[in-house]
T-cell receptor
Framework: EAGVAQSPRYKIIEKRQSVAFWCNPISGHATLYWYQQILGQGPKLLIQFQNNGVVDDSQLPKDRFSAERLKGVDSTLKIQPAKLEDSAVYLC????????????FGPGTRLTVL | GENVEQHPSTLSVQEGDSAVIKCTYSDSASNYFPWYKQELGKGPQLIIDIRSNVGEKKDQRIAVTLNKTAKHFSLHITETQPEDSAVYFCAARPGNRDDKIIFGKGTRLHILP
């Protein structure tokens, strides 16, 4: 079975620019997560979707970050405008359903903000 | 909210020796404790997990123990091999959330030849 796909794998931008990341979860997985992983730290949940509805976005900096999952499959995460402290790896994960244990992670997008 | 502490941050062991990574959690209602392995340039991958009604679980060279009273759990890797070199994350699921997991800061494990 194909895993979680993410693109791009790497992105370098100037501060105040915009950037978008794309995620395609494992087929049939209803729950999708976006995490931010700063160098030397564990992943931190930004937003969680159940199908196309938001379950938890309490850690999402809503003044600059936005995410959507319009058809309950693919998802995009956007940052506008980017700050230096947004430099991190952005991980997408999916699980079969809300409440199932295992989350499957994609390879991540490494963002560098200059 | 839940807080997960992980030690050590870096661990070097000789190939063939054992490695132990320890974690503590703050929410006594936490009920699920997964361990993830992250190799360079890849996303975390689940390697073993344990639920709060179990004290120990083993899968080949990997074992996890849980002490609910002390609120700590540990990962044990025996007969370490070069491919065990990676960053390992412990995590805990708070009792009030069925799916959210909180990660520790990670342990970078080096297997020395």
């Amino acid at each position: 079975e194909a895993g979680v796909a993410q693109s791009p794998r790497y992105k370098i931008i100037e501060k105040r620019q915009s950037v978008a990341f794309w995620c395609n979860p494992i087929s049939g997985h209803a729950t999708l997560y976006w995490y931010q992983q700063i160098l030397g730290q564990g992943p931190k949940l930004l937003i969680q979707f159940q199908n196309n509805g938001v379950v938890d976005d309490s850690q999402l900096p809503k003044d600059r970050f936005s995410a959507e999952r319009l058809k309950g499959v693919d998802s995009t995460l956007k940052i506008q405008p980017a700050k230096l402290e947004d430099s991190a790896v952005y991980l997408c994960a999916s699980s079969l359903w809300f409440g199932t244990d295992t989350q499957y992670f994609g390879p991540g997008t490494r963002l560098t903000v200059l | 909210g839940e807080n997960v502490e992980q030690h050590p941050s870096t661990l070097s062991v000789q190939e063939g020796d054992s490695a132990v990574i320890k974690c503590t959690y703050s929410d006594s209602a936490s009920n699920y404790f997964p361990w993830y392995k992250q190799e360079l340039g890849k996303g975390p991958q689940l390697i073993i997990d344990i639920r709060s009604n179990v004290g120990e679980k083993k899968d080949q060279r990997i074992a996890v123990t849980l002490n609910k009273t002390a609120k700590h759990f540990s990962l044990h890797i025996t007969e370490t091999q070069p491919e065990d070199s990676a960053v390992y994350f412990c995590a805990a699921r708070p009792g009030n959330r069925d799916d959210k997991i909180i990660f520790g800061k990670g342990t970078r494990l080096h297997i020395l030849p």
